[in-house]
């Protein structure tokens, strides 16, 4: 799941806030002449222990692999080197080398990991061009090509999320949307203004990231590199998203039907796991207890609508999300360009199907 529940995100906020303030008062107001070793060292364990502890039980716990701690862990010490002035950590190089050494450990696996892969890549390329016909979405047809030849991994995944970034924004310009044999597409953004919505994100952003850049720069230069780091990436992100919804409809094979949202959520399903298809007739508000299970495969607009088509499958189904992040549906709302037309094609596959088993 992306999204946390209010009350959760409510208190993160909350004590995020409270230990951040207070360690930057302490450090950028001038109570003491020279601060004692001890205040430092609960600093220390403020940003390595009680941050990570906070974002455990609010975030991570039950929900996510406990190795996402590592990265809490590594960003926070990187606040912590940003927040107490560099003259205090002349008594603690202890630590620094230890979160050195767990980060030079992590990279060596990333690395060994990235080396297989280079090592299997004209086999991969291969599988890929193999599969072309039997999964028609890049992202998809990439991530199997891989997991042929490589064992499948969150690291994998997320390197598949990054890959399918840099092809949809920088090679697929000249792609044209995709045409299905033995199958249909739905195109689901040319009746709303999601792709307006995108540039106008692009355009602000891209004045955002100036203005503030110059900004930063005149307080540390530090900041204002990963600050326009970061804009450049958020920039490669919604330009890859746009062109992803353009490129990426929804699809019914045979034996299949291919959920894709741009480059954040995608789902396929079997033809048999779908318990029914039909029109949407609920509430425009979709209430807390039913989003467990729902995906919610429409895109941002300025007007949000209510979806027009609900399917509904016979057990629990995967959406993936980015970088690998998984969630268990039960139903989906999507808004297609042709609704009705969308739901007869699921009918007429499903149709024969059910002729090509008897």
Not at 15 to 43: C, M, R, T, W
Not at 238 to 248: F, P
Request: charged share 20%.
């Amino acid at each position: 799941m992306w999204a946390l529940p209010k009350q959760r995100f409510g208190w993160l906020c909350v004590l995020l806030a409270a230990v951040l303030s207070s360690n930057i008062l302490i450090y950028h107001v001038d109570f003491l002449p020279q601060l004692p070793k001890e205040v430092v060292f609960g600093s220390l364990l403020d940003f390595l222990i009680t941050i990570p502890l906070i974002i455990y039980f609010l975030i991570i716990r039950k929900r996510y692999s406990l190795r996402y701690l590592f990265y809490v862990v590594i960003a926070s010490y990187a606040a912590a080197l940003f927040i107490i002035p560099q003259h205090y950590f002349s008594s603690f190089h202890l630590v620094r080398y230890l979160i050195f050494a767990g980060e030079a450990a992590f990279l060596l696996v990333e690395l060994y990991i990235v080396f297989q892969f280079i090592k299997k890549l004209v086999p991969i390329i291969k599988s890929y061009r193999t599969n072309r016909m039997d999964i028609p979405i890049f992202s998809s047809r990439l991530e199997k090509a891989i997991n042929i030849h490589i064992k499948s991994s969150r690291f994998i995944e997320m390197m598949v999320s990054e890959i399918s970034m840099v092809y949809y924004c920088f090679f697929s310009w000249r792609s044209k949307p995709l045409v299905i044999q033995d199958g249909k597409a739905f195109t689901y953004h040319k009746k709303t203004s999601a792709i307006a919505f995108y540039v106008m994100l692009i355009h602000a952003l891209i004045i955002e990231s100036v203005g503030f850049h110059f900004l930063l720069h005149a307080w540390t230069e530090v900041a204002a590199v990963i600050a326009i780091a970061l804009n450049i990436y958020t920039l490669i992100y919604l330009v890859a998203e746009m062109q992803s919804i353009k490129l990426c409809p929804f699809i019914i094979t045979n034996n299949h039907v291919h959920l894709q949202i741009g480059l954040t959520k995608k789902m396929t399903v079997p033809l048999g796991a779908i318990k029914s298809v039909r029109s949407y007739q609920g509430p425009e508000k979709i209430a807390k207890n039913e989003k467990k299970h729902l995906l919610e495969a429409m895109l941002p607009d300025f007007i949000q609508e209510k979806p027009t088509v609900e399917i509904e499958f016979y057990h629990l189904e995967v959406a993936k999300f980015m970088y690998g992040f998984k969630k268990q549906i039960k139903k989906v709302h999507l808004r297609p360009d042709y609704p009705k037309e969308f739901i007869a094609a699921i009918y007429t596959k499903l149709e024969e199907a059910k002729r090509n088993i008897e």
